[in-house]
């Protein structure tokens, strides 16, 4: 068919209405004819011959959402060295304009809410900023800011106009050129069409001659409305059957570890990290590309999707990868809004096969490549996804790769004018996450481009050191799983496995916890160790009647590692009943009476208690049938049978001291055992760290079966300071713990991260001067808690714990510091602990 009937059906195709268009398709593709090859003829006269196109119809959409958004800003610039004809400069951009309807365009809503393009009245203008005048090394720093407000400053797409040309002069041979159109009327295309134009436009006007430029075949109204007629007649159903079935119904978020928490709404702000391959990599990435017969952009997306899923550790994974869509020769010259966005899903575990994955990849993306036509915005009105500002639609991490950039660095003009094109690393994303790759001059370049909102630039960097290192390791050893391929240098081994767990210190773990407390004893009988309300016991005391009671103890078969059941409200009797249970040699199990007789019965059960310490007004409570029980509040007259010496038993620090259930968030409880050794190590650590004095009080109010409360038992007791015990419930009442606090004069006090939120906001917490350690853990602390300990307690320090149940209550510390960081870190190990954060082959994660 030659061109001239082509062009004639494809008229009068696009003149045909909906059920006729239709058949024209059916009957061309039972003649084995693809209609998508036809031209697309110019000036069809229609109704809806302005409308727009989909991709322009969704960034209308987005614009009203936030019309003073600067995310869809397309930034240019170009550095301009030489004498500067300014005439000629506004005279090749008045002549682009005039060739391209979209830089003469605006954009409307109709009464009855369609939209439309409409032509732009006012002329084009060419702001000229003179910064000659300031000091040379200030130049650069304004032009840097000129061109950042540029970029973010919003465009009104019903006023224009929507190219903006600022002319910067340095001095009076160079300038530097900022160019900024919205994406309604442009993609990154459209950018190199208006530069290579306005370069050869000045040129001949410079010289006093008419741009010689080949006519445009069409505008980009003919485009959008022979592309609404394509897919409107069968093709878009067809594509989207395609894409539906690709993607599932499932759309997970990309969940990289970010630096900040992702805003509600996005700033859009970005930076750009340009970073290089090196040249004998890129040959051997080649090769191995053309061994797996892949193409060198499915093997570096390849990479990139093995280093995404190292940082979620997601193996759903979903890549925007853009499309120029400009695979017909009318749009190759034009200025619009052509580009496409392709989801590329890839599936992967760890144990994926390199092979596999480039299999994978490679089908993915010739998949994609034979359904590229369906506008994205079409695909994510069809999924009928749930709107959600704070993040793109379908994927938040994009990859482009180039195989050919021109470099335009040493172009020049008849007169000598030299252009380059000039970087900048702020610019606006409206992704978490960009990968471009690019060859140019030979080489391969890179840059990730990253949301401010979540990452730091350290981040970035590290991030691209690591793609860097897969590939390397692909090219060292493509037969290996991706699980298995080396991402980390050697450097970061050795800080994350070696250097950070240089703990070791010399504690007297070989000792057990009740020795240590009996020291203290000895060293100060008379002080006072622990207070109840109104009542107090010293040391002395304290140790009297816990030896009297691990005596009777002894007596009921207690020895190492024969567990015990406590069962008892907050009081002087808790203190001694646990340190009795410890003298004894046995290990204590702490059960809540606040607990559900359900919960009790199953924790004594599964635990294998025969003996039970309680209060007698909470029998009734306690499913005590079959158990031996001690009430700790009964006349005490019967314990004055016992000795009040320090037992000796038969006992070392690699005994049982506890067993605390864990919540049982995850199932049923779990019994969780520590030896003395761990615990002596974790206390004396504690010590060395945060350093108790005889001067210091500790408040109890943890309840018991937490495993808070170990430290806050028995780290005052090995110190000499005092032991304040929270009645019953004050835990929860914030304004309670203000008034002990400052009744008791207390030093030292743990809080979860929400109850310190409660308690740091109530009247009167600045009168707490006693306060000097407030300790966290149990959850994640806010940077906001933090912050207002800061304010309103400034003489308090603040320090972050972390550890399960497991570990001898912590595992890492951090003291707080103000240092404007977005989340409070948990720190490095204790000592005599090794911390590892590994993936789930138990490999080291970035």
Known sequence: MNAEKSLKLARRFIELPLEKRQLFLDGLRAEGIDFSQFPI???????????????????????????????????????????????????????????????RTVFRQNPDDSLEQAPLSAPLVVEQVDLSLLPTIEREQAVAAQAQQQSLQPFDLASGPLLRIKLIKLDACEHVLLLTLHHIVSDGWSMNVLIDEFIRGYDAFERGHTPQLTDVPIQYSDYALWQRRWLEAGEQARQLTYWQAQLGDEHPVMALPADYPRPAMPSYRGTRHEFAVAPELVEQLRALAQQHQVTLFMLLLGAFNILLHRYSGQNDLRVGVPIANRNRREVEGLIGFFVNTQVLRTQLTAQTSVAELLSAVKETALGAQAHQELPFEQLVEALKLERNLSHNPLFQVMYNHQPNVADIEAVSTASGLELGL?????????????????????????????????????????????????????????????GELPMLDAGEVQTQVHDWNTTQVDYPTHTCLQQLIEAQVARTPEATALLFGAQAMTYAQLNARANSLAHALREQGVGPDVLVGIAVERSLEMVIGLLAILKAGGAYVPLDPDYPQERLAYMIEDSGIGLLLTQTALLTKLPVSGLKVICLDQNSDWLDAFSVSNPVVAQDSQHLAYVIYTSGSTGRPKGAGNTHAALVNRL?????????????????????????????????????????????????????????????????????????????????????????????????????????????????????????????????????????????????PIANLRTLVLDADLSPVA
């Open 422 to 482: 000039i970087e900048w690393e702020g610019r606006t994303t409206q992704f978490d996450l960009s990968l471009d790759t690019y060859e140019k001059g030979g080489r391969l370049h890179a840059a990730l481009t990253y949301a401010n909102d979540l990452f730091d630039a350290s981040t970035i960097t590290r991030m691209a050191r690591h793609w860097s290192n897969l590939l390397r390791a692909l090219v060292d050893d493509s037969d290996r799983r991706v």
């Open 684 to 828: 004396s650590w504690m010590q060395q760290a945060y350093t108790l004095t005889a001067e210091d009080a500790v408040l109890q109010k943890t309840p018991f079966s937490f495993d808070v409360s170990v430290w806050e038992f028995f780290w005052p007791l090995l110190t000499g300071a005092r032991l304040v015990l929270a009645q019953p419930g004050e835990h929860r009442e914030p304004l309670r713990l203000i008034d002990t606090i400052r009744a008791q004069r207390i030093t030292t006090l743990h809080f979860v991260p929400s109850m310190l939120q409660a308690f740091i906001h109530e009247t009167g917490v600045e009168q707490c001067h006693s306060l000097r350690r407030i300790v966290c853990s149990g959850e994640a602390l806010p940077v906001d808690a933090q912050q207002q300990v800061f304010a309103k307690l400034p003489k308090a320090e603040l320090y972050n714990l972390y550890g399960p149940t497991e570990a001898a209550i912590d595992v890492t510390h951090w003291t707080c510091v103000d240092e404007g960081s977005a989340s409070v870190p948990i720190g490095l």
């Open 41 to 103: 003829p110019a000036d069809v006269p229609q109704a809806d011959r302005n409308a727009l196109s989909y991709a322009q119809r969704r960034m209308w959409f987005l614009w009203q959402l936030d019309p003073l958004s600067g995310a869809y800003n397309l930034p240019g610039a170009v550095r301009l060295k030489g004498a500067l004809n300014i005439a000629a400069l506004e005279q090749a951009f008045a002549h682009v304009v005039q060739r391209h309807e979209t830089l």
